[in-house]
């Protein structure tokens, strides 16, 4: 790490370090440390101690802003044990504490072993934060007001992405538009959040470490591209930085393809009933699927709910890719006005 890095980092918690090599040793990942057989000098126990440290700074934070000692001597509080309680929880979590991690960019610092990689390693990311507060709290010797000033400094990143949810549903009241439509995909250790607005012909689509990670960087993308379609904000499409991807099936299982037809208004909802019978001693699952439109009906028989309800969520995509064949090889007939359009979403793919 260089000392124009070291200078970045230090310039972006709001502390500069009298000894530096700590701060270095905070971005140094176990996987290295290992690979050149010298355990001692990465960022866990840094790590340890920052845990603890930001559980502090949080609570003497927390309780500033919502406690004091009155007249009579007594500590008192505007705030229930619980309150307090939920919301050191929410700030400390391994969530927030990873979108902070990724605001600052950390994680292109770490320094690792080769083939090892972050992104592959869920809620690693918010070690960072913690490792960082680590090191801060021994070059200051324990100083309780910087540490407090330095978690403060760290958490405030996650702040524009922890209410992107909340102002795009906002804006769409506001608006009087539709509200936004989510849909989340598991891909292994990381999540997948498509944000769908039923008056925009796109998908916006974020991808985190849990689903509240991908969900807020889908709404924020959402949300900017508002902004840049209705001219509320003078942006160019490289300030948004919009991010308007498809979802590549070969990674969506037959149920995640079928919610995202239903989701894009290709077909109506989906309902699925499910009863257990026995055969030969043996236990089974018989799923029944259907469409609100009372023309698409399957079932099918499997050992776990699960398989069976992904069984017959393939048989669909079969039955209505069967139709739309079926429909293209009619002549067609001329449309216009809301028919055009109903037919172009229909026939459309995004993924």
């Not at 229930?80 to 950390?106: P, V, W």
Request: charge should be positive.
């Amino acid at each position: 790490m260089d000392e124009a890095t070291l200078s970045f980092i230090q310039q972006k918690i709001g502390y500069q370090f009298v000894n530096t090599v700590l701060l270095k040793q905070a971005f140094v990942s176990p996987s290295l440390s290992d690979a050149t057989q010298n355990r001692l000098q990465n960022y866990q126990v840094l790590e340890f101690i920052g845990d603890a440290v930001l559980g502090l700074a949080v609570v003497k934070n927390l309780s500033s802003e919502f406690c004091h000692v009155d007249s009579s001597g007594q500590f008192v509080s505007s705030a229930t044990e619980g309150q307090l309680s939920e919301e050191k929880s929410r700030l400390i979590k391994n969530e927030k504490l990873a979108l902070c991690s990724n605001a600052l960019g950390f994680d292109s610092y770490l320094e690792r072993a080769h083939g090892y990689f972050l992104h592959d390693r869920k809620n690693k990311k918010g070690d960072l934060i913690e490792s960082v507060l680590g090191a801060v709290a021994i070059d200051s010797n324990w100083n309780m007001d910087v540490l407090s000033r330095v978690a403060s400094e760290l958490l405030r990143y996650d702040k524009t992405a922890e209410n992107a949810t909340e102002k795009l549903q906002n804006y769409c009241k506001k608006n009087g538009l539709d509200l936004p439509i989510y849909s989340f995909w598991n891909c292994g250790s990381r999540y997948d959040c498509a944000v769908s607005l039923q008056f925009v012909n796109e998908l916006f689509v974020g991808n985190g470490c849990s689903e509240e990670e991908s969900q807020k960087i889908a709404a924020e993308l959402a949300y900017k591209y508002l902004i840049m379609q209705n001219g509320v904000k003078k942006m160019s499409v490289e300030q948004t930085e919009v991010n308007v991807l498809n979802i590549s099936k070969k990674f969506l299982t037959p149920v995640e393809k079928l919610n995202l037809k239903y989701i894009k208004k290709e077909i109506v909802q989906p309902n699925y009933s499910f009863v257990q019978v026995t055969e030969n001693g043996k236990l089974f699952w018989i799923c029944s699927l259907s469409l609100n439109d009372n023309k698409h009906r399957v079932s099918g028989k499997a050992t776990t709910r699960k398989k069976a309800k992904q069984a017959v969520a393939k048989a669909m995509l079969d039955l209505l890719e069967n139709s739309k064949q079926e429909e293209n090889s009619i002549p067609s007939v001329k449309l216009t006005g809301i028919g055009l359009l109903k037919k172009a979403m229909i026939l459309r793919e995004n993924c």
